[in-house]
Nanobody, 120 residues
Framework: QVQLVESGGGLVQPGGSLRLSCVAS????????MGWYRQGPGQQRELVAI???????NYADSVKGRFTVSRDNAKKTVYLQMTGLKPEDTAVYYC??????????????WGQGTQVTASS
């Protein structure tokens, strides 16, 4: 069994910063891509940022230059540093990871989500 647990969400004023973390645990042989998605009120879930095991990171146009995704493979953790937060960034943020377990099965896993609210 694999679990992804997010932390770091909260309420921040516009222009503020937050750092999200997501730790993977359980039956993990390897972790391929890790990333963050978000879903605002009445909206579809959308990609925010993704970081492959090797290779270039990819960002949604709306967050380029403000958000930075990184990972610590030893800790099985992915981070999302968010700066210059705007009201339109308000959403539930979900961690996603493509994981291969010790049985050789690969699939995508999701965290439970963490609320980020940028409001004065």
């Amino acid at each position: 069994q694999v679990q992804l647990v997010e932390s770091g969400g909260g309420l921040v004023q516009p222009g503020g910063s937050l750092r999200l973390s997501c730790v993977a645990s359980g039956n993990i042989f390897s972790i391929n891509a890790m990333g963050w998605y978000r879903q605002g009120p009445g909206q579809q879930r959308e990609l925010v940022a993704i970081i492959p095991a090797g290779g270039r990171t990819n960002y949604a146009d709306s967050v380029k230059g403000r958000f930075t995704v990184s990972r610590d493979n030893a800790k099985k953790t992915v981070y999302l540093q968010m700066t210059g937060l705007k009201p339109e960034d308000t959403a539930v943020y979900y961690c996603n990871a493509d994981i291969t377990d010790y049985y050789g099965v690969s699939r995508a896993y999701w965290g439970q989500g963490t609320q980020v609210t940028a409001s004065s």
